[in-house]
């Protein structure tokens, strides 16, 4: 283990350090410009990422500020763009009168002219219910169908022992900083849906085969899903990425344009408790994945979003190839996946007074580096790709006997947005098809 960065950093076309942490999301105008969104602050660029405009907002027609979390943009027909938000809102809680809770949902953006004007939203989830979407998620498909990826809830997410759970960290130059990714958040059920729309945004459906979940040994194992991610593999043909806590990246699959999926299954692809991007790239039909690409040894070591990769699959999704780091704290690109149970680190603790459980010593090791890179959004153009992804390390106060996260600098950064030439992600070679691969096999087929 050592700083590594990246993998063949001189090829790197520019990086940017920003404050917009993991809520970007890009789309490519009709005169060349990118348009990218994080919250509500808008930027653009006409030469390819290289440089941002001063950022900016807008307003919709009835005065109010377009975005939010959850931000996705997509092309829609003509000229015109949408862009996708979380919204707050109160539902009767059904607990007596005047009694209300608080839930999550997503609105919808229209702009005719490439993101000057905007029309008012529309709600694009059902009303009373938690819906929520990672960044930079929104598809339109070659029929003109707009999907959005969607992930909630529903259980217990706190009960009388939440003050018990472990924390999990490890020793930076002596000190204990936090390692933690929600390895032991919640006690309900996770799972994923879509909405889609075939009228440009105006009006919006969901899919028709209930919620997603993964069931790794039927009626014995269930595991929370979410985060999803979606791109086109063929026309009418969907893939559908997502978070879980299995030690893989998930996967399922959709043969009607995004209205039923197939029931989600692992991938050869090992990940830690993150989401990650799926792509397609236009030029080749290949998919390109960002995610963090860690395995069982790693997580129990307490390297959870320590490596930030990507990989190309040049047959649909089955053989991945070409392993990249982004970003990373390791020498390894590639990674071999464990088994498929519940990740967690070594060094775990609990609040004094509470006995210290049991962990295998031979995890548990000080480091004198330790960064975390995660949440991608990815912009795949003709020659480039646009990642970008929130960023943090750790450093000693020069005076003081304490460590200081660069995120709680007064003005310092929390993400950083590489861009990269289309051939880096093919390690540094003009992309071309693999010949031994066999043709792409269509899952819904025998």
């Known amino acids: 283990m050592s700083n590594v960065p990246m993998t063949r950093p001189e090829e790197v076309l520019a990086v940017h350090e920003t404050n917009y942490f993991h809520s970007s999301t890009f789309v490519e105008l009709d005169d060349g410009r990118i348009l990218h969104a994080a919250n509500t602050t808008l930027t653009t660029s006409e030469d390819g990422g290289v440089t941002w405009s001063e950022p900016f907002e807008r307003r919709d027609t009835n005065g109010d500020i377009v975005g939010g979390g959850s931000t996705s943009l997509v092309k829609l027909s003509g000229k015109g763009i949408g862009l996708a938000a979380a919204r707050r809102g109160e539902n009767d809680a059904g607990t007596g009168p005047g009694v209300t809770e608080s839930y999550s949902y997503m609105v919808f953006w229209r702009s005719e002219d490439g993101g000057e004007t905007w029309e008012p939203p529309v709600r694009a989830t059902s009303v009373g219910r938690n819906s929520y979407a990672y960044q930079d998620v929104m598809l339109r498909t070659s029929s003109g169908r707009i999907v959005l990826?969607?992930?909630?809830?529903?259980?217990?997410?706190?009960?009388?022992?939440?003050?018990?759970?472990?924390?999990?960290?490890?020793?930076?130059?002596?000190?204990?900083?936090?390692?933690?990714?929600?390895?032991?958040?919640?006690?309900?059920?996770?799972?994923?849906?879509?909405?889609?729309?075939?009228?440009?945004?105006?009006?919006?459906?969901?899919?028709?085969?209930?919620?997603?979940?993964?069931?790794?040994?039927?009626?014995?194992?269930?595991?929370?899903?979410?985060?999803?991610?979606?791109?086109?593999?063929?026309?009418?043909?969907?893939?559908?990425?997502?978070?879980?806590?299995?030690?893989?990246?998930?996967?399922?699959?959709?043969?009607?344009?995004?209205?039923?999926?197939?029931?989600?299954?692992?991938?050869?692809?090992?990940?830690?408790?993150?989401?990650?991007?799926?792509?397609?790239?236009?030029?080749?039909?290949?998919?390109?994945?960002?995610?963090?690409?860690?395995?069982?040894?790693?997580?129990?070591?307490?390297?959870?979003?320590?490596?930030?990769?990507?990989?190309?699959?040049?047959?649909?999704?089955?053989?991945?190839?070409?392993?990249?780091?982004?970003?990373?704290?390791h020498e390894e690109t590639r990674v071999e996946p464990g088994p498929f149970r519940a990740n967690r680190p070594a060094e775990q603790y609990l609040p004094p007074g509470v006995p210290a459980l049991e962990r295998e010593g031979e995890y548990i090791e000080t480091v004198d580096f330790h960064g975390r890179w995660s949440y991608p959004s990815v912009l795949v153009m003709k020659d480039r790709v646009l990642v970008a992804y929130t960023y943090s390390y750790y450093e000693e106060h020069p005076e003081k006997a304490e460590l200081v996260h660069s995120r709680a600098k007064p003005g310092g950064f929390n993400q950083r947005l590489k861009v990269l030439p289309l051939t880096w992600f093919y390690g540094g070679k003009e992309p071309a098809d693999n010949p031994f691969l066999p043709r792409t096999h269509d899952p819904a087929q025998p």
Do not use: C
């Open 149 to 329: 990826p969607l992930y909630g809830g529903m259980g217990q997410t706190a009960g009388p022992d939440v003050p018990r759970t472990p924390m999990t960290g490890k020793l930076l130059n002596g000190q204990w900083t936090t390692t933690s990714a929600h390895f032991w958040s919640g006690g309900g059920m996770g799972f994923s849906w879509v909405v889609y729309s075939d009228d440009d945004g105006r009006t919006w459906r969901r899919s028709e085969d209930g919620e997603l979940v993964i069931t790794v040994d039927y009626a014995a194992l269930a595991s929370p899903i979410g985060e999803p991610t979606v791109t086109e593999v063929s026309p009418g043909k969907l893939l559908m990425f997502f978070r879980t806590k299995m030690g893989r990246v998930f996967q399922a699959w959709s043969h009607d344009d995004g209205m039923t999926w197939t029931r989600p299954q692992g991938t050869s692809l090992a990940a830690t408790t993150t989401p990650a991007q799926i792509r397609t790239i236009p030029s080749t039909g290949h998919l390109l994945t960002v995610w963090n690409q860690e395995n069982e040894e790693d997580v129990k070591r307490g390297f959870n979003r320590t490596r930030l990769s990507s990989a190309i699959s040049r047959n649909g999704g089955s053989v991945w190839e070409f392993f990249q780091n982004i970003e990373s704290m």
